[in-house]
């Protein structure tokens, strides 16, 4: 299974369903990052030493897995209401669209999103960055796409954080979104960052990517728009997810947009 960065980020200022009717024709193959990348000390212990097999079609390409409504409870996708007090830092929305490479929308799928909190920590047990716990924000939540396509989470905005692959090493803000599809080999794990961002020239992980088009990908844009007075600040960020133009065995591709 490949992950590929993809295509031109919607043009800025454009309405959140402003949209291609088809999606740039690119060599997706192209824009993605080497698995081995120096600066980035884990990819040394991850890279495949040898070529890439891929998988054929199977009856699991058609039909699995498959995530019913009732599994997504209707505050899943809200991760400032799952405790009595409100979570510390800047509320947020993020929402967009999930396309395939031919631009049409993918309905029913589960999107899951985790994050660090506001000061920059995971509520995990290996997480041991000296920055405090929120106790009112446990930093994931869940949704499915309507019939267009459509998600859309609230939550707050995570803080920056120290990861030890280099001295003075941070990571910029970020949020995790996994999609899951109707197969294993569908399976796209991306991360989204924010706009302007200046840990960009110093993370490894953001600059394996190194094509502008696909960079630009990755980062949300602000929009007034899907801002809610008195209450949060609204980020669009569709993702894309490889269409029957990709590959065979129509193998997972993606990236936000």
Request: contains cysteine; proline residues 11%.
């Amino acid at each position: 299974m490949t992950m590929h960065a993809e295509a031109k980020a919607s043009a800025a200022g454009g309405a959140p369903d402003d949209r291609p009717a088809r999606l740039p024709a690119l060599d997706m193959r192209t824009l993605d990052p080497p698995y081995d990348v120096p600066g980035y000390r884990s990819t040394t212990r991850r890279a495949p030493l040898q070529a890439l097999l891929v998988l054929p079609p199977s009856t699991a390409d058609g039909t699995g897995p498959v995530f019913g409504e009732r599994t997504v409870g209707p505050s899943d996708h809200d991760l400032t209401c799952h405790h009595p007090d409100e979570p510390m830092g800047q509320r947020m929305s993020v929402e967009g669209r999930l396309l395939d490479t031919w631009g049409r929308p993918v309905a029913g799928q589960l999107i899951e999103l985790w994050q660090a909190n506001a000061a920059g920590r995971y509520q995990h047990a290996v997480d041991d960055h000296p920055a405090p716990l929120d106790p009112n924000f446990d930093g994931y939540g869940r949704c499915l796409t309507d019939g267009d396509g459509h998600y859309r989470f609230v939550t707050v905005r995570p803080g920056a954080y120290p990861w030890g692959n280099h001295p003075n090493a941070w990571r910029p803000a970020h949020l995790h979104f996994s999609v899951f599809g109707r197969a294993f080999t569908h399976r796209l794990v991306t991360q989204m960052y924010f706009p302007d961002d200046p840990l960009f020239d110093y993370d490894p992980i953001f600059r394996s990517v190194t094509s502008p088009d696909a960079r630009a990908a990755m980062v949300a844009r602000f929009d007034l728009r899907l801002t809610e007075p008195q209450r949060c600040l609204g980020y669009h960020f569709d993702i894309v997810v490889g269409g029957p133009a990709i590959g065979p065995a129509g193998a997972a591709t993606g990236a936000g947009r």
